[in-house]
């Protein structure tokens, strides 16, 4: 079985935002840590805004102006 929890690092000890299941209790669990991918995504959007631009109001796509 596996299971994606997210959980916050504090002082040592893990934060989980969701309970284990009962049925874990007194089990031997092993764990992934996996850094959060804010960051990469913040970056990419940061980007994707640097060249983005604003279209005119009346603006349509022609997708038959684009294959001739």
Do not use: W
């Amino acid at each position: 079985m596996y299971k994606i929890l997210e959980a916050t690092y504090h002082q040592g000890n893990l934060i989980l935002k969701d309970k284990l299941s009962e049925s874990l209790e007194g089990k031997q669990i092993k764990i992934i840590i996996l850094e959060s991918c804010e960051t990469k995504k913040e970056n990419f959007l940061d980007k994707v805004n640097q060249h983005s631009f604003k279209l005119p109001q009346d603006y349509q796509f022609n997708r038959e102006e684009l294959y001739d």
